[in-house]
């Protein structure tokens, strides 16, 4: 079945017959970032497999420059490791930075290995190649001096088991981009 937006736009007015409180943008704002969060979870999970995981530990991130990009969004290009827009995958900040991490945010990122980023230019990266080792502690970079807006979460569906039951345990729940509780 097809996933564009002239189709869950007919859809979601079928299944509210009197109508939806949302305006048009609002809807089309919903669809594409959940398509966008859905496919970067998705690339999240392909990473996170055994067979995988240890095949790009780094990971560049890429804003849309054009003159809707909003300044933090182009930002993020520029904290990575060695202030630039590559960043270990598991690093923390990554992990919050990753498109999307706000409403209508149209970032991306691309998995990396070990030779891509050394040729980039990261010296972790070339350093692990040199000797065979994963250097430790990792190249992480510090969390910068603003954050996804609040109230903007992923669905704890996609995030890591370990988060998804340390919720459960506290009782804590979160809203995903379309408003639902889990």
Partial sequence: ERADYETYKAKH????DEGTF??????EQVFRTNVQSAFSDGQMAVLSHPLVRGGFPYAEVSAIHDDRVRPEHLEV???????????RIDDPVFQTFRGPWSYNCRCAFTP?????????GIDE???????GTEPSPPAYVSMPDFAPPPGFRRAV???PLSIQLSLQSLAVFTTDVEGHEH
Avoid: C, N, Y
């Fill in 13 to 16: 007015l079928e299944a509210d």
């Fill in 22 to 27: 949302l305006s048009e943008s609002h809807m």
């Fill in 77 to 87: 290009e520029k904290i990575g490791i060695e202030g630039g827009p590559i960043f």
């Fill in 112 to 120: 990396m290995t070990v030779r891509q980023a050394s040729r980039a």
């Fill in 125 to 131: 990266a070339k350093r692990w190649l040199e000797t």
């Fill in 157 to 159: 569906s996609s995030a």
